[in-house]
């Protein structure tokens, strides 16, 4: 069981071969690496579901290998297309997740991928960035040092809301207990990839992109960043997994104002909670959670409502199909928003 969706496992994968189980989207959700929240979000993982698939078979047909196998309606496996009505089923292939070990210096040792040869996740994750939007940790980075601003391909400082000369592609660690940015040396290292895999991850992910700014663009909405997962299959052949192109794993906008739950986190940016983890982490950025005192307050009601109709209203208008019935529009929902967060 995750933060926000649900694991079954059909079978288990192995070291020759790929398993097979389904992913149950909750109404769950989770920001700043907390866990689940307070509030349910009515509609949210049916929502995520059915606009998962839709890239996700976009990606096939464009001859992008995934784990993807379908939807699941009456205990039977389906295409989009063959639906009734929404789902939160979806079944995939399952590779195995090979931990890192945590060493006594509180320091993770990723020696386990020394000696494996496939059929495993990558333990990283891959951020492409089309743009620095209002909240983006990119400004942090900068300030500290981490990264420079000819790696953005920038001479100067930037302001929120610049968007890049060309898409910068990122990478963090995804099996450690918070995130954490690295350099693609170190991510090579870690994850034991050659130069060939690292380029074809970096291929992969600059033509998915490509393709979700389209469908956004589409519905006038901005992708401005996203991230993706990848496994190696039994051949050593590099496969997309988990989710992508919802409002879980995009940050989209809509004239400045975001569509994803990047909504809730500038809701509870202004929170005593949030002040907190941002304390326990300079303090402690494995063991954080021990140090934060308070939890979370729940949602204002209407704006749990908003936020609710915000997943439907865009799977409703990426997928041109209506998915949920009597959903304002994304432009009329985003409008109201406006009244709870500062943009």
Request: net charge neutral; aromatic share 10%.
């Amino acid at each position: 069981m995750g933060s926000v969706k649900d694991l079954t496992v059909l079978d288990s994968p192995t070291r020759e071969y790929p398993g097979r189980g389904r992913f149950v989207f909750s109404d769950r959700y989770s920001v700043f690496d907390w866990g689940e929240m307070p509030d349910l979000i009515k509609q949210k993982g049916s929502a995520l579901c059915i606009a998962a698939a839709h890239f996700f078979e976009k990606l096939e047909k464009d001859g992008i290998s995934t784990h993807y196998l379908g939807l699941v309606e009456n205990g039977q496996l389906k295409p989009l297309s063959r639906l009734s009505q929404p789902v939160n089923i979806l079944e995939t292939r399952l590779y195995r997740v090979l931990h890192p070990e945590l060493t006594d210096k509180n320091v993770y040792d990723y020696k386990i991928y020394h000696q494996e040869k496939g059929n495993y996740l990558i333990p990283l994750e891959i951020i492409y960035r089309n743009a620095l939007p209002l909240g983006s940790s990119v400004f942090k980075r900068l300030r500290e040092g981490e990264l420079r601003l000819e790696d953005l391909g920038l001479k100067k400082m930037p302001e929120e809301g610049i968007e890049l000369s060309r898409p910068y592609l990122d990478v963090s660690t995804k099996l450690e207990a918070s995130d954490r940015y690295l350099s693609w040396q170190e991510a090579q290292q870690i994850s034991q990839l050659s130069d060939q895999k690292i380029g074809e991850i970096n291929a992969i992910t600059l033509r998915i992109n490509q393709m979700i700014s389209k469908e956004a663009q589409e519905v006038g909405l901005k992708n401005e960043d996203g991230k993706f997962e990848f496994a190696l299959d039994q051949n050593q052949h590099v496969v997309l997994v988990d989710v992508l192109g919802t409002l879980d794993e995009c940050r989209f906008t809509y004239r400045g104002i975001p569509i994803s739950k990047e909504i809730a986190r500038l809701y509870y940016r202004n929170s005593d909670w949030y002040r907190e983890i941002v304390n326990a982490k300079k303090k402690d950025i494995t063991n954080w959670k021990k140090l934060v005192k308070l939890n979370p307050e729940p949602l204002p009601p209407r704006l749990k409502l908003l936020i609710s109709w915000v997943y439907c209203a865009f799977t409703n208008e990426i997928t041109g199909r209506e998915w949920f019935k009597g959903i304002p529009t994304l432009r009329d929902i985003l409008e109201e928003i406006q009244q709870f967060i500062k943009v």
